[in-house]
């Protein structure tokens, strides 16, 4: 079963940069086959699909509010997958738990509408104006 375990995040001005990384592990039939993404939920507020990447890496797909913002990119480097997100230009509105979430296949559409059947414990981001 794949696990996942974010990293990273913390507090910062708006304005400013933070990223994001997660860890996966358990991926029975190889990385390349599974959808990596990043999923938010703001205080009282429903998840919303971020940042996700898929087919082998080749594609990637945003949300309009963080796109030109915030850059997913995976690495696979001794046996270990890590997912990172590099979030510039930060705005109070970015606030919120961020989640590492994955599923067999890809991601394409709207990410809101995706079901990730693996979920990470979540990392807090929170953007002072």
């Known amino acids: 079963e794949v696990q996942l375990v974010e990293s990273g995040g913390g507090s910062v001005q708006a304005g400013g940069s933070l990223r994001l990384s997660c860890t996966a592990s358990?991926?029975?039939?190889?990385?390349?086959?599974?959808?990596w993404a990043w999923v938010r939920q703001a205080p009282g507020k429903e998840r919303e699909g971020v940042a996700a990447?898929?087919?082998?890496?080749?594609?990637?797909?945003?949300a309009a509010s963080v796109k030109g913002r915030f850059t997913i990119a995976r690495d696979f480097s001794r046996k270990t997958l890590t997912l990172q997100m590099n979030m510039n230009t930060l705005k109070p509105e970015d606030t919120g738990m961020y989640y590492c979430?994955?599923?067999?296949?890809?991601?394409?559409?709207?990410?809101?509408?995706?079901?990730?059947?693996?979920w990470g414990q979540g990392t807090q981001v929170t953007v002072s104006s």
């Open positions: 990447i898929y087919a082998g890496g080749a594609k990637t797909n945003y």
């Open positions: 358990g991926y029975s039939y190889g990385y390349s086959n599974y959808c």
């Open positions: 979430a994955a599923r067999w296949g890809d991601c394409t559409g709207d990410l809101n509408l995706i079901i990730f059947g693996y």
